[in-house]
Nanobody, 123 residues
Framework: QVQLVESGGGLVQAGDSLRLSCAAS????????MGWFRQAPGKEREFVIA???????VYSSSVKGRFTISRDNTKNTVYLQMNNLKPEDTAVYYC?????????????????WGQGTQVTVSS
């Protein structure tokens, strides 16, 4: 498994931007697909965005045009850039790693998870 540590969460206002980081260790980072999921209070964990080892990205329709994902294999870090944040983006955001070749939107494909970081967007 991979050890994942997220950072960058916080309290922002609607329309603001925020960048989350996830530092990975314990496995060859460049070989993994990396994803971000989120879970709001009282809701199930949902897929946000993912990036494959070949830098292909997939994303939820709810974040299209606002969120982007990137990875720096030299730093073993994946980033989630969130722009034009909305109150409905409020959630705990989790970084996840998968050995799969393709970027996946299914939590079942991910075998390692971070502890999560809280993002709160006020209206």
């Amino acid at each position: 498994q991979v050890q994942l540590v997220e950072s960058g969460g916080g309290l922002v206002q609607a329309g603001d931007s925020l960048r989350l980081s996830c530092a990975a260790s314990g496995r060859t980072f460049s070989s993994d697909c990396m994803g971000w999921f989120r879970q709001a209070p009282g809701k199930e964990r949902e897929f946000v965005i993912a990036i494959s080892r070949s830098f292909t990205t997939v994303y939820s329709s709810s974040v299209k045009g606002r969120f982007t994902i990137s990875r720096d294999n030299t730093k073993n870090t994946v980033y989630l850039q969130m722009n034009n944040l909305k109150p409905e983006d409020t959630a705990v955001y989790y970084c996840a790693a998968s050995r799969g070749q393709f970027a996946s939107n299914s939590y079942r494909d991910y075998d390692s998870w971070g502890q999560g970081t809280q993002v709160t967007v006020s209206s």
